[in-house]
């Protein structure tokens, strides 16, 4: 049940879809009231929306508050106002998450110790927490790496998992994906988000709203592409938030990036997003919101927007927003939700003002715009993702870099036990990973392509090479072998490792001995390629000092060619079995072939199967035995889920807040500061 506001100004209306009645917050009787809102962005609208629902006289939302975002139009650079902001719902994932689950399980206890009711204590928002952080690559290059993977992982994280499922029994609206079954922001993406949520509220009513939410993860913002306003955001708001909280915000400017044009042949989405992080970079975007608009945007999957929608954090907006179009339906219906919802979706994008309409060009609080057709296959790289470079200039790219930073170039050098030596700029892991591509099914099956065809040709990776494919779901997998193009990715190292972000977030596992001691003893300067979002040094691995992002097609080239420090126009991939030199060019798939194999891979039955039981989870996690409870009992000794001690010797009256005096800085730091410097994704080498 959802609490609403008072609906003091009668904009509460009723859409009839399908035969069924939704009660719901009507834009249009807003704007007669408080002025023309035709050109807002979509993105103002949810807010606006937003503020409508828990309009309650003045309390926490006033009619000033209202007045204020439809008057953004008149001075959208500018905004002082504050307004509190109430997402539908929360997603979690399991390293940030199992914080605000550890606070919900020690206000239970709290509670009992009080003699008051512990099952008053649950969310009052949805919750998904979906556990994807956990799995490393331990293992790879073989048939049994995933499931030695699976093992692995749960050898390691039992603690956490025993506490999560019984978090999964014993809190109501709170539910927890299992390990492996895939990244939260692509299993929120293909399953959990309805892009118009739908709740009964305390009259009894069901009532339809934009589908919002926050999350515990930057990426969150992936969801965007869905028409869903999401953001990430810290462990204490998330908890406000699950607690029924608002988040306070003042109203944001909104940034419009208009595409024209249509990217050219060879060009994936991933060229694109690099693109467009390095221009919104360039031009200003922290703590902006971007909507993304214009006739380019027809040209776009679903999963194009996605991505672009997912790396915000990196271009330093808040979201990267995507208004609801009829791409936005065939998405929905691909991924199988049920045609009443999509049918609810259209019905009432079409009569807020949420569905795109050409014509209509927004006001925003500035703007910027991209031909894409200009677009060029890129990386970014060494060190951050905004520096964007294009192909045939990464070796030049890596060897400035090397030379202003390292002050030397090293001789290549042997390494031991082996038959190779090793030398700066070679690319020692390859990883198709993270939330960013592993959702697009575009890129990956060109990545399947690529390595299709060289594996026809006879090419295999580098022997140095430490090379892992970690899909965002599991449906990936299932359009990967109906293709045919799973056993090619196999021969050609790309494995199956396991469902999660794994190199991305620093979880790539060890390189092997003989090859971190080469690289150690001499000071060699390795590269890393993975389909990811970040690339700060020493997060993919404290071995690599040269990191790049780039298409999941181009990360099996990398792997095949072994180095960055030569290029892929003048010098060949690798020699065929038949001895003639293979270029890039020559294993590179066409659109057409792209487009061809994703028509006959990919339907609705594989979500449907997929997702049918999702909170399920393999034999592992079901053989936890946990049974729900009103507190959670505490591991004598843990040094990972304890009881926390914010309630020790509470009572019903608790003492008045008073005034910090003197506080420190814990840290004080310079510009570009990443999430990594403060607090490593990854290992951190013991020196």
Avoid at 4 to 26: F, I
Avoid at 93 to 116: E, K, S, Y
Avoid at 450 to 460: C, F, N, Q, T, Y
Avoid at 642 to 661: C, H, K, L, R, W
């Amino acid at each position: 049940m959802t609490q609403v506001g008072q609906d003091t100004l009668g904009t509460r209306s009723t859409l009839s879809v399908g035969g069924k009645d939704y009660a719901y917050y009507s834009l249009r009787k807003a704007a007669a009231k408080f002025g023309d809102i035709s050109r807002l962005p979509f993105s103002m609208k949810v807010l606006l929306e937003n503020l409508l629902r828990f309009e309650d006289g003045g309390f926490t939302v006033s009619t000033d508050d209202v007045q204020a975002v439809v008057d953004w139009q008149k001075n959208p650079s500018e905004s002082s106002n504050e307004i509190q902001y109430r997402p539908a719902r929360v997603l979690l994932q399991d390293f940030t998450g199992v914080p605000c689950v550890v606070d919900l399980a020690a206000m239970r206890d709290a509670i009992a110790t009080l003699g008051g009711d512990t099952s008053k204590i649950n969310p009052l928002v949805p919750v998904n927490l979906v556990i994807d952080h956990s799995v490393m690559v331990d293992e790879f290059g073989h048939p049994k790496a995933f499931e030695e993977n699976v093992e692995i992982e749960y050898h390691r994280n039992m603690e956490r998992y025993d506490f999560l499922k019984w978090g999964s029994k014993s809190l109501n609206n709170f539910y927890a994906v299992p390990p492996g079954t895939g990244i939260c922001h692509q299993v929120n993406l293909e399953n959990i988000a309805q892009t118009v949520w739908t709740s009964t509220d305390q009259n009894g009513a069901t009532v339809a709203y934009p589908d919002t939410c926050v999350g515990t993860d930057s990426h969150t913002t992936m969801i965007n592409g869905l028409g869903v306003l999401g953001w990430g955001v810290g462990g204490i708001e998330a908890e406000a938030a699950m607690l029924g909280q608002p988040v306070s915000m003042l109203i944001p400017e909104v940034v419009g990036f208009k595409f024209t044009g249509q990217l050219q042949e060879g060009v994936t989405a991933t060229d694109l997003v690099l693109t467009a992080t390095n221009m919104l970079r360039k031009h200003g975007v922290v703590g902006r919101f971007v909507e993304y608009y214009g006739p380019g945007l027809a040209g776009l999957t679903l999963a194009d927007r996605a991505t672009l929608a997912n790396m915000a954090p990196e271009y330093g907006a808040t979201c990267g927003f995507f208004g609801i179009d009829e791409k936005t339906l065939d998405y929905l219906r691909l991924t199988g939700r049920e045609e009443a919802q999509i049918a609810l979706i259209e019905a009432y994008a079409k009569e807020q003002g949420f569905w795109i309409d050409p014509s209509v060009e927004p006001i925003f609080s500035s703007t910027l715009e991209l031909d894409l057709s200009t677009v060029v296959p890129s990386l970014a790289g060494p060190k951050r993702p905004q520096d964007r470079v294009s192909l045939p200039d990464v070796d030049d790219v890596f060897n400035k870099d090397m030379a202003e930073t390292y002050k030397k170039a090293h001789a290549r050098v042997p390494v031991e036990g082996k038959d190779f030596d090793l030398g700066d700029g070679d690319v020692v892991i390859a990883a198709i990973t993270s939330c960013t591509n592993t959702s697009n099914p575009g890129v990956l099956v060109a990545a399947g392509l690529v390595a299709k065809k060289a594996d026809e040709l006879g090419l295999k990776p580098k022997p140095w090479v430490k090379t892992s494919l970690a899909p965002g779901s599991q449906v990936v997998t299932d359009y990967l072998e109906r293709a045919g193009l799973q056993p090619h990715l196999d021969n050609v190292g790309f494995n199956l490792v396991g469902y999660g972000c794994t190199t991305c977030i620093g979880n790539s596992g060890p390189l092997a001995d003989p090859i971190s001691k080469a690289i150690n003893e001499n000071g060699l300067v390795a590269s890393a390629v993975i389909s990811g979002n970040r690339n700060f040094e020493g997060r993919v691995s404290p071995d690599v000092r040269a990191n790049f992002l780039a298409s999941p097609p181009l990360v099996v080239a990398y792997a095949l060619k072994g180095t960055v420090i030569e290029d892929f126009v003048t010098t060949p991939i690798g020699t065929g079995k038949d001895g003639q030199d293979v270029f890039l060019k020559d294993i590179w798939p066409t659109n057409e072939e792209v487009y061809s194999t994703m028509a006959g891979c990919m339907d609705r039955a594989m979500f449907q199967a997929r997702y049918a039981d999702v909170y399920k989870g393999d034999k592992h996690w079901q053989a936890i035995n946990v049974t729900g409870s009103e507190t959670y009992q505490w591991r004598a000794g843990s040094t990972y889920v304890a009881n926390p001690p914010y309630f020790e010797g509470m009572s019903m009256t608790p003492a008045p807040v008073q005034d910090i005096i003197e506080a420190k800085p814990l840290l004080v730091l310079g510009d570009s500061i990443t999430t990594d410097h403060i607090s490593p994704a990854g290992n951190i080498k013991a020196d």
